[in-house]
């Protein structure tokens, strides 16, 4: 059941600073607090934009987005669950799952002794028309000085089911070509351009087409960039990360995509994919978790 502005406005009335409207068609809550702003589309619990005091805005949308029920918003941080990519057991279904494109419930918000907010998608009817299992998800979303997201998934079913998730981030850069990527060197991933994996030799740079899966990753990665003298810090316990940036053909085949717009950002997705993908048994919980620092370059302590 979608909740309207009128309920959401008077069950969290209290809230200092917090705000609903639906303006681009879609229920969004909008919390400005002394530290931050966040945005946060009730579908797909899709943060839209985060900005603390003194930083640029941490992420991209793009100017073409769609903003239409049951149809992915380009931009802003994307919840991939239960596939990542096409469904391989059943290719004509959307890529990166339903999770994204459902409704989720508001069921917290508080600003005091940490400022949180917290959404919840539950096995439906509706899921069940695409992925037969039993489950819940809660997004915790920690906006302070840095964004922290801990997503909690558990299985509510009677049998293990194998899923895959991912934190799709779009960051906002000022030019992709002048961006790296530190903290990937020696680990292996899967190239969307080519079957084989490869073994990541030094920074990632961006000179062309970029969609690879990371396997296995560290804690800890970095997107430098040098144009701007910013620093993104990007600690998560995924095990996998997914790099990625259009580029100008892709682009361009994207409807809910500028074709000048893929300079303008670079996705580094923390999750479990493929051969991180996870088993989760009856009751079990597991939580996907990352947070994202911004910092001038200079000070550092990866400044390539
Ligand atoms: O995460 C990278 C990727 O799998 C790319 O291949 C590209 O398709 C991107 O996701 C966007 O997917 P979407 O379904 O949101 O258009």
Redesign the pocket.
Known sequence: MRQNLQHLRSQFSEIPGLTFDDEKGLVRLTLVTPECQLQVFLQGAHVSHFQSLGQEPLLFMSEKARYEEET?I?GGI?LIFPW??PRRDRPNSG??GFARNLEWKLTQVQTSPETMVVLELTSSDRTKLEWGHDFRLRLYIYPEKSLTLSWEIENLGERAFPFEAAL?TYFRVSNARHCCVLGLDGARYLD?LGPEPIEQQGPINFEAET?RIYFNVPETLYLNDKEAGTQIEISSNALSS?V?N?WVDKARR?EDFGDEEWPSMV?I?SGAVRDNEIHLLPGETVILAATYIQAPLADSPAAH
């Open positions: 992915p380009r994307p990542f990519g890529a990166h799709h969307h969609d997914i990625w259009p994207m996705c997705e």
